[in-house]
């Protein structure tokens, strides 16, 4: 089974909601799946910027920015809708822990009634993005669905608990998929600066210095657009193989300082790296052979082609001002603009 489809398929899942269609992830996806004839749908609060899906509009985007909170608005625009992609949260520990109360209220509290209202809406299928972190720290080489979840923080406690409440809801006519990502990078138009491979990369190209807390701590990682075509594929696999299920989805499961290792290869010898203690003991890998085994989605990019990516945008100016802009950072943009 392949990675990717063509425009000229008969779509089943034709008009799509994606929660947060304007973030990281979602500024890649909205594009791709309209360029495959896909009608989308983005409801997203647009902190990171108005203009984030400019190329791609066109009479197939449909753009609301609005508050996932907000149920009327929920009731209004998912009438029609044929699935969701549910991608919208206040995303990664550091984010969540800024202000606890809103991250419960945005990744927990609000989930329950965007499935209701979908379900109720007609929506026939509903895939969510979960977080390989709902794992905890493992001693197990390969950390598979099937181990108990153990989740250290409140953001991914949450996530965990969501999925509870979305298998629940399942039912005939309401189809359900659980994606366990592992951390994203890569160069995406909606580009966050603080995530592992992509912080290290910055630093690289425009310090000239890599700061590495710890190093020993394991960081499961996967490109921008293996991700995409995830997504893209979660609406194509038929329900027989994906309805209820859960799957890991990663490539590289690596310490710190040997993907700091990789950045310098790439970006230049002339780059230093500096290993400093830390009490971030969190350590994180999982194994991604259930997907590839049930569905024979395998992960194809590196994160040594996400650096180069990251480094061809660096180096075309496609990332200005990338160490003081809090647009590339999602807990500066919070402080910013005071979301509540």
Not at 167 to 191: D, Q, S
Not at 246 to 274: L, P, Q
Request: charged fraction near 25%; aromatic fraction near 8%; proline fraction near 5%.
């Amino acid at each position: 089974m392949t990675n990717t489809t063509t425009r000229r398929e008969k779509l089943d899942f034709k008009r799509v909601l994606i929660t947060g269609g304007a973030g990281y992830v979602g500024s890649v996806l909205t594009p791709r799946l309209l360029e495959l004839g896909h009608e989308v749908t983005v409801l997203d609060l647009y902190m990171y910027g108005r203009d984030v899906l400019a190329p791609a509009r066109g009479p197939a985007l449909t753009e609301i920015e609005g508050d996932l909170r907000d149920q009327a608005l929920l009731k209004k625009i998912l009438p029609g809708c044929d699935a969701v992609i549910h991608l919208a949260c206040i995303s990664n520990d550091p984010s969540f822990e800024l202000n606890p109360g809103l991250g419960k209220s945005i990744n927990f509290d609000a989930f329950e009634p965007l499935v209701d209202i979908a379900r109720d809406s007609g929506v026939r299928r509903f895939v969510y993005a979960s977080t390989s972190s709902v794992y905890g720290i493992k001693k197990e080489t390969d950390v598979h669905e099937g181990l108990p979840l153990e989740p250290l923080t409140d953001y991914s406690k949450y996530k965990a608990l969501c999925e509870e409440v979305l298998l629940k809801k399942r039912r005939k006519g309401f189809e359900t998929l659980i994606l366990r990502p592992a951390t994203v990078c890569g160069w995406g138009p909606r580009l966050r600066l603080d995530l592992t491979v992509n912080i290290l990369t910055n630093h690289a190209v425009n310090n000239g210095v890599i700061k590495v807390f710890g190093g020993e701590q394991m960081r499961p990682n996967i490109h921008i657009e293996d991700v995409v075509d995830l997504y893209v594929q979660s609406l194509r696999w038929p329900a027989a193989l994906i309805d209820g299920k859960i799957f890991n989805v990663g490539y590289h499961n690596r310490k710190v300082r040997e993907i700091a290792d990789s950045v310098r290869t790439i970006v230049g010898e002339r780059v230093k790296i500096e290993t400093v203690p830390t009490d971030d003991n969190r350590s994180y890998h999982i194994s991604s052979a259930k997907i590839g085994r049930e569905l024979g989605f395998v992960a194809r990019r590196t994160i040594e082609d996400a650096v180069k990516d990251l480094l061809a945008a660096f180096t075309a100016g496609k990332i200005p001002n990338p160490m003081t802009d809090d647009r590339y950072y999602n807990i500066k943009t919070m402080q910013k603009i005071r979301l509540r």
